[in-house]
């Protein structure tokens, strides 16, 4: 095991204890991952922050439950996720293209010309994704960015599996328009 695994495990034992320099420190060390987590559902920092903020305090008010053989950061940016699902929702900012299959219409993402997207960062593209309706970036960041399955998206936002690959399927279309534009592709 690592100094670093050793000294989070530690961190992580004085958050039990409710000890605050541990929940500082560990605060300190997640924040920017969370932020940037957070920032990928909300183009408004503030709102953004302020999930964080919550999502830290329902995690450390729920350390008890973490597991120490699972990833701290990968634990904790699940709370961010579903914190951040649960803001989308509680402000009705999500609704949800309502098609059940994808008629005609099929996606194969390992079948894409990546050399399409040269020239182009990860900053540009997250603004442009950020220009996507809530569903379809919602959609897209759970797919793409958070490693869900079009079927473990359906149970978080209670659609079908259809209609989270629709959705899917718009946002890249989008996207691909978006960049295109924007850079003339």
């Known amino acids: 095991m690592t100094a670093e695994r050793l000294n989070i495990i530690s961190l992580i034992e004085g958050c039990k204890k409710n000890d605050s320099k541990s929940q500082h420190i ?17 183009k408004d920092y503030d709102t953004a922050s302020d999930v964080v903020q919550e999502s830290f305090i329902k995690a450390f008010s729920k350390i008890n439950q973490f597991e120490g053989e699972e990833n701290f950061g990968g634990w904790l940016k699940r709370i961010v996720v579903n914190h951040s699902l649960d803001q989308l929702r509680k402000n009705k900012k999500v609704s ?3 098609e059940d299959e994808l008629q005609h219409q099929t996606y194969d993402d390992k079948s ?10 990860m ?26 399955t079009h079927k473990e998206i359906a149970n978080v936002l209670g659609i079908s599996e259809g209609t989270s690959k629709s959705n899917y399927a718009k946002a890249k279309k989008k996207l691909k328009t978006i960049l295109s534009n924007r850079f003339n592709l």
């Open 96 to 98: 949800f293209t309502s």
């Open 123 to 148: 900053n540009q593209i997250l603004e442009a994704v950020h220009e996507l309706s809530d569903s379809y970036k919602t959609v897209f960041n759970l797919y793409v960015l958070d490693g869900l």
């Open 26 to 42: 560990i605060y300190d060390k997640f924040y920017g991952k969370m932020m940037g987590v957070a920032l990928r559902y909300f």
């Open 112 to 121: 894409e010309d990546l050399s399409y997207y040269s020239g182009i960062n």
